[in-house]
């Protein structure tokens, strides 16, 4: 199967095992089963922009590394194309 080819929650999984590992599938999974309530193969492009922000605040929790979250929202934002509108960065 090619990257066109793979489902999106397989994309969305790519992108985040580059930061969390093999831990990835589970935490996309979760977010996407616990916050959309919906089984992870059924994840559209309309709800990349309500899981991008989840997972936005869930890994925010997990380090204080702004420049690596940054990083990893931009390629999730870069999945969802035109459906994920780039927020300014929020400083606390």
Known sequence: ???????????????????????????????????LHKPPDKLTQADLSELIDWIQAAVSLLTEDEEMIEEYITKLKALAGNSAKLRPKVRT
């Open 1 to 35: 199967m090619t990257h066109n080819q793979l489902r999106l929650h397989d994309k969305v999984v790519q992108v985040t095992y580059i930061y969390l590992g093999p831990a990835a599938d589970r935490f996309i999974a979760r977010h996407i089963e616990n916050h």
